[in-house]
């Protein structure tokens, strides 16, 4: 186990390429959803999805949902440089939330 800290980088992902992450502790309502929705209409996707080595989600479920939703194909992410321990995906997942 690594003691340094991952360097994180920009690439991007085909949407359909990532996967939620199973305990993912944020939900997220209907009218959030919609809010989220506009916003990203309005103004764009300006927010990239951060990624885990093997395309797990590690923050930006509501993000990814949505962007489903708004059909889009392909998706800014900052991925870790190495696969991330347990303890350190669920700090970044709270860090970011």
């Not at 340094?4 to 390429?17: L, T, V």
């Not at 939703?69 to 970044?92: A, G, P």
């Amino acid at each position: 186990m690594s003691t340094e800290a991952p360097i994180w980088k920009s690439d991007k992902r085909k949407i359909n390429e990532l996967k939620a992450y199973e305990f993912n502790p944020r939900t997220i309502t209907d009218i959030e959803i919609e809010r989220l929705k506009a916003g990203i209409e309005k103004v764009g996707y300006n927010a990239p999805i951060l990624i885990d080595t093997d395309n797990t989600i590690i923050a930006g479920h509501q993000r990814w949902h949505v962007l489903k939703l708004l059909k889009y194909k392909e998706v800014n992410v900052m991925i870790s440089s190495r696969k991330l321990t347990e303890d350190e995906f669920k700090q970044v997942n709270i860090q970011d939330n």
